[in-house]
């Protein structure tokens, strides 16, 4: 003879009421291949399932989950970013903007031919990228290495190319092009024989840090060098792998007078054309210098 469980009687709303069942056919409390909310009551009875606080988690928490899921999604790691993305929408903490603008990105997944670019980078295999700029110019670049990369808060896809018409960079770094992956609205992508190369087009530069900034500068992962010059006290010599010179003369610019480039000369010259410019500009020449 069957022992009957003693019933009860929740009075609880039709969308609670869904709710309900739907962690019931999340833990698999079913009764055929029905929810069985019965079944669900008695697992948390019996401590077969555990509840938890979900409205403990600070802001900022959210705040940097919501950072890592976004920056995740840029760099094409989307199995991880909509991972993330869930985590964060199973949170009662999260404010309405927030979780509908979260919802928007899982139902909204990169393009196909950003997925096949990811795809490629991950597997190591040269492809062939087609698009169409804003000034409706055609670009075809076949692709031996490549990397996603935050650039002054935007995304680019850095790469070394076989072609290298138009590309206005010292001859070195002339194979190393920088696309702006939030400018390519569609592109065409496909695979090409040949070999991936292990990295971009690199050369090294040395610069010397002067002032406070020689004191204050923190070494970058890029930096093959970074120590005290013996016969010239206070200047720390900084010796970097540099793949384009417009990011890193953007970034040296800030700090002159106390960062002086010495070396190799064509990137050096690049720099001096930059300050001559600015002279320029402010209508100074070397007398007013002097005088200043």
């Not at 869904?18 to 029905?34: H, I, K, V």
């Not at 509908?100 to 190591?124: C, F, H, M, S």
Request: proline fraction near 4%; include cysteine.
């Amino acid at each position: 003879m069957s022992r009957k469980g003693q019933s009860i009687t929740l009075s609880i709303s039709e969308r609670d009421k869904a709710e309900l069942e739907n962690l019931a056919l999340e833990f698999g409390m079913t009764w055929g291949e029905r929810p069985n909310v019965s079944r669900l009551v008695e697992a948390i009875a019996r401590r077969q399932l555990l509840l938890g606080n979900n409205n403990d988690w600070s802001e900022s928490r959210i705040r940097a989950l919501d950072r890592a899921m976004r920056a995740l999604t840029d760099i094409g790691q989307n199995e991880q970013a909509q991972e993330v993305a869930k985590l964060l929408l199973e949170r009662s903490e999260l404010s309405t903007p927030l979780r509908n603008d979260i919802k928007a990105i899982l139902g909204n997944p990169l393009p196909e031919w950003r997925l096949a670019v990811d795809r490629y980078i991950k597997q190591k295999q040269p492809f062939q990228i087609s698009y169409q700029d804003a000034a409706q110019r055609v670009w075809n670049f076949t692709v031996r290495h490549a990397r996603v990369t935050p650039h002054e808060k935007r995304q680019y896809l850095d790469c070394w190319c076989e072609e290298t018409e138009g590309n206005q960079d010292i001859e070195e770094l002339r194979h190393n092009w920088c696309l702006r992956l939030d400018r390519i609205q569609d592109a065409a992508v496909m695979s090409v024989s040949g070999e991936w190369h292990p990295s971009l087009a690199e050369i090294e530069v040395e610069m010397h840090l002067f002032g406070g900034l020689a004191f204050a500068y923190q070494a970058k992962p890029e930096d093959k060098i970074n120590q005290w010059l013996q016969d010239k006290p206070r200047v720390r010599q900084v010796v970097r792998q540099v793949s384009f010179t417009f990011w890193f003369i953007r970034e040296v610019m800030q700090y002159t007078p106390d960062c002086v480039i010495m070396a190799p000369e064509n990137v050096r010259a690049l720099v001096r054309e930059k300050i001559t410019s600015l002279y320029q500009h402010y209508n100074l020449d070397n007398t007013e210098t002097n005088e200043i």
